[in-house]
């Protein structure tokens, strides 16, 4: 179970027996950022003086009346391992193997989040991962209903192969990436949290929001999970207590007698079983005459959050991997069925937030060759290795991340901040509009709590995925990838394009390898100054003339290209005054791109990689770097 620790509002909380408390932050092996003012801060006595010293510099204050002091040291050159000492008198805190590097913060949902165990090659990852001057600082999953002074947990960890897999790949990749071209220690905080709406990383202020009713709501909250937990807590003690070994779990001949009916589809959370996340069960049986068993059948298991492996009779018959909102349809043969009662058992594996068979009633089914589809009912349940905490949905409300995963966190320097953000504020084509306000509005707040206006915020757009959710010219994902690009009428921003190397059938692409380099290339060019080119091809106009479309783009020192080489463009649409889109050819022609179709004489507007999945949008620059989705219309 996951708790906020009781803190007053912008206090640490002071153990008796330690006279000095400091965030969390400030532990053994951190890394502290080089060129900036070292701040430090925390809670002593009311009135003790602190004198904190570091790398040959020191620094004095007094704690106030409320215990809190703060001050700042000079500026270091990168460098290390060093000592910091705070001593208010009595009991002195002392901080070794302290580097002064880059500090890097990376926030996000789950593609931020996705740890090297999860992601392409991992083992020969993990066993790159042997410099200890790349520091992970990974924060837990935690909420509160006001800013706290006090990070949940957390430690500072040096890479090592042993440590790595749970290294976020992204931000270790692009830390790797960062260590080869400027030789000093990297670190990296981790406040990440998967499905998490962008509202709830913003402060209750720039949302216009009342803070007390905000902080009265989450304790409303906090109450209602306790309740809810009970309540689990009880299911859960229906059987022995402890994870369950669910080997042969899928065989057609299972005593099942003690497992739980369960309303199919709905999320487990609906039915009695909220804060559970991990790995459970479902069985249920269909009957089918001889004739129906020997043409085979289409299975239907609904959409399933998260994973899931279903079989037949004991044989496997599909298997899908983190694709939370895709029915399952699975075919299933002959050899696998039986005229009469056939059995059904579906794994699930759900790593946070809802879980279980959810979806439309008519996506559980079963349908034999040639016939209508039959509801699929009478489903039983049972959980196998599962946790149970009070974090699931918070990630869905405002400020409640903010408050408890980045507030505490101010004003410790950091370089800059990378972001993956966004496929949860992508389910709906007004969502995605609003977020072209939210986003600019949060990294402004962040600048402005951390006193650093031009502090660079770089981050990595929606990747190719095939969500589900786009009709037509309608794309949730394409309009939030517009948001995004939007933003970058902010200072000290950049944007890496991925919809080369998503995955239409995962959310989670496993290539965080590309991601953490062209990540470090925007490091490179906005926090670092370097002339190097970080991003594709940018469209900067549109004329048209004798029937084509002319587009112009900003290149910088590259020139167009198309991925797979030639100069046949695809991935463009036109459309005329009457505002209906039609595929059209597009060819490379010197520093533009001609677009022209038959269905469309007169072209009024282009648009360019407008679905939630533009896999077949190739326009490059020489560097490889893809173009980012646009359009030219605002209809």
Do not use: C
Not at 112 to 117: G, K, Q, S, T, V
Not at 197 to 203: K, P, Q, S
Not at 205 to 213: E, I, R, S, W, Y
Not at 247 to 254: E, F, I, K, S, T
């Amino acid at each position: 179970m996951i708790r906020a620790v009781p803190l007053l509002l912008g206090l640490l909380a002071v153990p008796a027996a330690q006279a000095v408390e400091m965030p969390r932050i400030f532990a053994d092996g951190m890394v502290v950022q080089r060129d900036q003012p070292v701040r430090v801060w925390g809670d002593a006595a009311p009135g003790a003086r602190v004198h904190v010293s570091f790398a040959g510099r020191d620094a004095t204050a007094q704690a106030g009346a409320d215990g809190r002091w703060s001050l700042a040291l000079p500026a270091q050159t990168a460098g290390g391992p060093h000592v910091m000492r705070i001593d208010d008198g009595t009991q002195p805190r002392v901080l070794r193997d302290v580097l002064v590097g880059d500090v890097w913060l990376a926030s996000g949902q789950s593609n931020m989040e996705w740890p090297i165990a999860q992601s392409a090659d991992p083992e020969v990852e993990a066993a790159r991962a042997t410099d200890p001057q790349i520091r992970h600082f990974k924060i837990p999953k935690s909420w509160a209903g006001a800013p706290q002074a006090q990070l949940e947990g957390g430690e500072w960890v040096a890479s090592s192969p042993k440590a790595a897999p749970k290294f976020s790949a992204a931000a270790h990749f692009f830390a790797r990436e960062l260590r080869k071209v400027t030789g000093v220690p990297i670190g990296i905080i981790d406040s990440t949290w998967g499905g998490s709406r962008i509202e709830a990383w913003t402060d209750a202020a720039t949302q216009g929001l009342d803070a007390a009713a905000l902080k009265a709501q989450a304790e409303r909250l906090r109450d209602s999970d306790e309740r809810a937990l009970v309540q689990t807590r009880a299911n859960l003690a229906h059987w022995n207590p402890g994870p369950a070994d669910d080997a042969g779990w899928q065989a057609a001949d299972l005593d099942a007698g003690d497992w739980l009916p369960i309303t199919v589809p709905s999320l487990w959370e609906k039915a009695g079983w909220t804060g559970m996340d991990g790995v459970a069960w479902y069985r249920a049986t269909f009957t089918l005459t001889a004739a129906e068993a020997k043409a085979g059948i289409t299975l239907g298991v609904g959409r399933i959050d998260d994973s899931d492996t279903t079989w037949v009779n004991g044989t496997q018959v599909g298997q899908t991997r983190m694709q939370y909102n895709l029915p399952r349809r699975y075919t299933v043969p002959a050899s696998a069925l039986r005229a009469g009662v056939n059995q059904v058992a579906v794994r699930v594996s759900d790593t946070g937030g809802g879980g279980g068979i959810h979806g439309q009633d008519e996506e559980v089914f079963v349908q034999p060759a040639g016939a209508a589809a039959r509801a699929l009912t009478g489903w039983t349940f049972r959980p196998a290795n599962v946790t149970v905490a009070l974090i699931d949905d918070k990630n869905q409300h405002p400020a409640l991340l903010y408050n408890r995963m980045i507030h505490p966190l101010q004003p410790y320097a950091v370089r800059g901040v990378i972001w993956y953000q966004g496929e949860s504020n992508a389910n709906t084509v007004a969502d995605a509009l609003k977020y072209r306000t939210q986003f600019p509005a949060m990294i402004e707040q962040w600048r402005r709590q951390w006193q650093a206006p031009a502090l660079p915020f770089l981050w990595v757009q929606l990747a190719n995925f095939s969500s589900g959710v786009d009709q037509g010219d309608q794309s949730p994902w394409a309009v939030l990838r517009e948001s995004q690009s939007a933003t970058l009428s902010l200072p000290a921003t950049a944007q890496v394009v991925t919809i080369d190397i998503g995955n239409p059938a995962d959310i989670h692409p496993l290539n965080k390898q590309d991601v953490g380099k062209r990540l470090a290339l925007a490091a490179r060019h906005v926090a670092y100054g370097e002339a190097v080119i970080h991003q594709g091809p940018v469209f900067s106009g549109m004329h048209s003339e004798h029937g084509l479309a002319l587009l112009s783009f900003n290149v910088g020192d590259g020139a167009l290209a198309a991925r797979g080489g030639g100069e046949e463009l695809r991935g463009f649409e036109l459309a005329g005054s009457d505002g209906v889109f039609h595929p059209a050819d597009a060819t490379i022609s010197g520093d533009k791109v001609v677009v022209h179709g038959k269905s469309v004489p007169i072209p009024v507007a282009v648009r360019y990689g407008w679905s939630d999945n533009p896999v077949d949008a190739n326009l490059i620059n020489a560097a490889g770097l893809p173009a980012s989705p646009f359009r030219t219309d605002a209809w």
